[in-house]
């Protein structure tokens, strides 16, 4: 089968063996693959990932000297069983399936292991356990979304956010455009969006974005205009004593109060729940130094450098801060179901198209936020950007 593998950072069309499916697997005809940003960094910074993976205690991410088949946001349909799998559906149903797979040698990611050739090729293998069928006749433009889509479905469930709470999402690329996406999808009416990039943020306002804002101009908490947060730590003295001058006024104990208050949530402090996307060195820094106090931060972007930020300045703002990975298998569902009865709304993703031999022009293209945001190889394609 055709395939583009990428070896010591160059991305070039090959022919490989076709897959055999092993038990409890199946092959699948690749219809779509999304090009992410997960991709673009392992071109030149898989070793860094592979060395801090393998501490975490995963040592099959792809090396840069070995050959290794990107692609683990896909669609396709069925074209074998492997043995001991049901059967339940049918060749050529349509389907997407998380990207991991058993080999003799363990569990590995699809698409960023060398032990796990993912679906930048005609041909892709997944496991029975992790494939789900494309429900209501989605089209497989669509269907190729769930993977980033779940991303953003997992940020989302990790911040905790409520209807109440406004959002701010830093830098509008796919990952962020995808978490603008289910903050719509789930109610959230302040959606601040903040990027560089003109082009970007026209595609936040395209996702759901209330505001977008250019951070060289303003400031993305500026934008969210007086919601009663508490800006500095002499304003937040000031008004706890103001607070407890009011408490100590009633004809109760001002302590039951207090309690009545905090159980009902009411005493709880004010803040927004912001989103980094970008992944770069700084980013996080700046954030803690900017936001208001007791600030949740959720961050996405992957930076592969190292960083640093000052704990002293997240301690005395007491900023809530979360890293997220990947999604469950149930957030995974119910994002393509959701994109399935149009409760997202993707399609301004989707910038572009590709076949296999115009996955290197792609990777460069997509260096230019202007131009792309998520590109898809079809491999029954010729078209090149």
Known sequence: MRAVACQNGQLDVVDLPNPTPAEGQLLLDVTGCGICGS???????ADAQADVLAEAGYD???RSHEQV???????????DHGPRTSKKHKTGTPVVAL?????????????????????????????????????????????VITEPMAIGHHAVNRSEISKKDAAVVIGCGPVGLAIICLLKTKGIETIVASDYSPGRRALATACGASTVVDPAAESPYDALGDRGYTTSIA????????????????????????RGLSQLGAAAPKRPVVFECVGVPGIIDGIITDVPLNTRVVVAGVCM???????????????????????????FRD???????????????????????????????????????????DPSSAATL
């Open 39 to 45: 991709d673009l960094h392992a071109r030149h910074h």
């Open 235 to 258: 304003q937040n003295a000031a008004g706890g004593l103001k607070a407890m001058k009011g408490l100590q006024k009633l004809p109760v104990p001002w302590h039951v109060v207090f």
């Open 335 to 377: 994002t393509l179901h959701m994109l399935a009865d149009g409760k997202i709304d993707a399609s301004p993703l989707v910038t572009g198209t590709v076949g296999l031999d115009g996955v290197a022009d792609a990777f460069d293209a997509l260096a230019n936020p202007e131009h792309h945001a998520k590109v898809i190889i």
């Open 305 to 331: 450098e190292p960083d640093q930020f000052r704990p002293v300045m997240a301690v005395n703002k007491e900023i809530d801060l979360r890293f997220v990975v990947g999604y469950s298998p149930l957030e």
């Open 69 to 79: 088949v990107f692609g683990h946001e896909f669609c396709g349909t069925i074209a």
């Open 99 to 143: 990207p991991l797979i058993r080999k003799d040698n363990g569990m590995h990611a699809i698409g960023l292991s060398a032990s796990a050739p993912g679906a930048y090729a005609e041909q892709v293998l997944v496991e029975e356990a992790f494939m789900m069928p494309v429900p209501n006749g989605l089209s497989a433009e669509v269907a």
């Open 60 to 62: 099959g991410f792809a």
